[in-house]
DNA sequence: ATAGGGTTAG
């Protein structure tokens, strides 16, 4: 009889189901299966891990296995919880829980992975509960996979409760807590651990993923120096050999306002893969470089020797560049090109692209003909662009479609209103404004910051919280004196209320991006970049009025809102007013 | 009967 690695090995080799039962066929009338556990656990795992991924396969196998033991049971949870399906691997556990057997570390690995991917709390604290009791403790891996369930489960405070009681982190326990924190939406503790990590008395190294991680978290802050010092980190310590590292620093500076860094670090990339192109892309359909996206796209699709097939990501990047630069029939032709299958948000790129055109009874055919069910967002959309064109009658039809889905979103009434407000139509402004006061619907306040020295500044509209507060309103007065000489009628039609037009200019005039901008004017040295980042979409006046800053203060600023970034220099915007 | 299991950019 051959040796029993052998075997393993030949499993191990195996590209399909067929060649598996092959060899399960084979071993069977050997007399091997099911009698060797070592064998048919390895049968098992590989039936259940990629590229066989026969989970179903696997389930017959077990269920025809009379004597199992832990190890037959973790190949399956092993399975399930790197499937598709992760919740199949916390239904299975509990047969592990009833059976003769203990779980062991890897039960409960397994077990941590699936919460982890479904976010599933309640497993996560059972489980943490089941690793103290069977003694787990001094188990350090174990643990790092506890962190991340909790953090990945939403539950940071345990996270850190955990990462702080552990005797001994290694890098990977600091990565799943760093990158916890920013996925959680702290990344302002994230990068303070990766400083103290980076502390000559740290136990722990960074590493690529660290540094990957750190990145992530100056992206969410759009703190450009933050992220400059984890670029020398990492050249420092020659982390940026790792391309996984580049595609990091892309996003990050292009996610802080600095495309041309973004495009610097792309060229130097000697072979961008897939998310490296995906990152440039969508840096730059960000900063509204639209054209420049739709070549990059073209480049990276052409065929030869460095062709790469674009994915769901890629359409994503390239259709939202098209949007923001106004390029319909490019976006239309990439649209129809793509031979993978469009998910909601391509066609929210259509329905998106067509309606700023105007072409709004397109956008309506597509949405009432894709072979998906429209969401909330894609009427949204669409009646976004109702408001832009002042389509009262589009507007009133997609408002009564999203009252059917059972959309209370703010904004939906906001939309409505001023496309009635923009005709005067103060009767319906009112009749909408009484839905929002009996449904309880609130506008979602704006505010802006600016980031100074490591220290955020918020403003909120009409906000007098901040101590310079008295200085920053007579910088407006100053401003509005100045950009007069400029030109500048202030547009008053975004204003919600039915006011008269003098306190329309007033509701404009302490817009927080407004007091964003004075402060920066205030705070800053003559020839510095002013950058503001915002909680929503610029307002056209808002707009209006950074042009003129820019020119008649002559400052680069810089906003970032929801959706992209807008650079204003000598009175014009990087978007060219198309938004 | 051993080892296996953790982090990662768009």
């Given at each position: 009889m051959a040796q029993l690695h052998v075997y393993e090995t030949l499993l191990q080799k195996c590209k399909a189901l067929s060649q598996i039962k092959q060899l399960q066929a084979y071993l069977t009338v050997a007399g091997v299966l099911p009698a060797v556990a070592g064998i048919r656990v390895k049968l098992l795992e590989v039936c259940s891990l990629a590229p066989i991924s026969a989970l179903d396969h696997s389930q017959l196998l077990f269920a025809h296995t009379s004597s199992r033991t832990t190890n037959d049971y973790n190949a399956l949870l092993r399975g399930f919880a790197a499937s598709d399906e992760p919740l199949q691997a916390l239904t299975f556990y509990p047969l592990l829980l009833r059976s003769p057997s203990r779980p062991d570390a890897l039960s409960l690995s397994f077990a941590l992975k699936a919460s982890a991917r479904l976010s599933d709390l309640p497993s996560s604290f059972q489980l943490h509960s089941q690793l103290l009791r069977l003694g787990f403790t001094p188990d350090s891996i174990l643990l790092t996979t506890l962190i991340d369930s909790y953090a990945k489960s939403g539950e940071l405070q345990d996270a850190e409760k955990v990462f702080d009681e552990m005797p001994k982190r290694d890098a990977a326990t600091w990565n799943v807590m760093i990158s916890g924190l920013v996925q959680g939406g702290r990344p302002n503790d994230a990068f303070k651990l990766f400083e103290q990590m980076c502390d000559p008395g740290s136990p722990a190294r960074p590493n690529e993923v660290t540094v990957i991680a750190a990145l992530s978290a100056c992206a969410q802050l759009g703190a450009p120096r933050e992220g400059a010092v984890v670029h020398s980190y990492a050249r420092a310590q020659h982390l940026d050999v790792d391309v996984r590292v580049l595609n990091a620093l892309i996003d990050m500076y292009s996610k802080c306002g600095c495309v041309d860094q973004a495009v610097e670090v792309f060229r130097s990339i000697e072979r961008p893969t897939l998310v490296s192109y995906n990152a440039m892309i969508m840096a730059l359909a960000l900063h509204g470089h639209g054209t420049e996206a739709f070549y990059l796209f073209k480049e990276m699709v052409k065929p030869g020797a460095n062709e790469i097939e674009p994915d769901a990501v890629t359409f994503l990047a390239v259709l939202s560049g098209c949007n923001h630069a106004g390029l319909v029939n490019e976006g239309l032709e990439i649209f129809m090109s793509m031979k993978i299958s469009r998910t909601i948000k391509h066609y929210g790129c259509i329905?998106?692209?067509?309606?700023?055109?105007?072409?709004?009874?397109?956008?309506?055919?597509?949405?009432?003909?894709?072979?998906?069910?429209?969401?909330?967002?894609?009427?949204?959309?669409?009646?976004?662009?109702?408001?832009?064109?002042?389509?009262?009658?589009?507007?009133?039809?997609?408002?009564?479609?999203?009252?059917?889905?059972?959309?209370?979103?703010?904004?939906?009434?906001?939309?409505?209103?001023?496309?009635?407000?923009?005709?005067?139509?103060?009767?319906?402004?009112g009749r909408v404004r009484e839905e929002m006061r009996s449904k309880d619907v609130r506008k979602v306040p704006g505010f802006s910051f600016v980031e100074l020295d490591g220290v955020v500044h918020k403003f909120l509209n009409g906000d007098k919280g901040h101590e310079r507060w008295r200085e920053i309103y007579r910088m407006l007065d100053e401003i509005s004196v100045k950009i007069k000489v400029f030109g500048y009628v202030p547009e008053t039609s975004n204003v919600l209320h039915d006011i008269g037009e003098e306190d329309k200019e007033n509701a404009l005039y302490y817009h927080s991006e407004k007091l964003a901008m004075a402060f920066g004017l205030i705070s800053t040295q003559d020839c510095e970049t002013i950058q503001v980042i915002k909680?929503?979409?610029?307002?056209?006046?808002?707009?209006?009025?950074?042009?003129?800053?820019?020119?008649?203060?002559?400052?680069?600023?810089?906003?970032?809102?929801?959706?992209?970034?807008?650079?204003?220099?000598?009175?014009?915007?990087?978007?060219?007013?198309?938004?």
């Open positions: 329905v998106d692209l067509l309606g700023r055109a105007g072409r709004l009874s397109e956008a309506y055919n597509v949405i009432t003909s894709m072979p998906l069910e429209p969401d909330i967002v894609l009427w949204q959309t669409l009646l976004g662009a109702s408001k832009t064109f002042g389509d009262v009658n589009m507007a009133e039809l997609v408002s009564k479609k999203l009252a059917e889905m059972g959309s209370n979103g703010d904004g939906d009434y906001v939309l409505l209103s001023n496309v009635y407000a923009a005709k005067e139509r103060w009767a319906e402004v909680n929503l979409r610029i307002c056209g006046d808002c707009h209006l009025v950074a042009k003129l800053i820019s020119k008649a203060y002559d400052r680069v600023i810089i906003v970032r809102d929801r959706a992209r970034f807008h650079r204003f220099e000598g009175g014009a915007c990087s978007c060219n007013d198309y938004w």
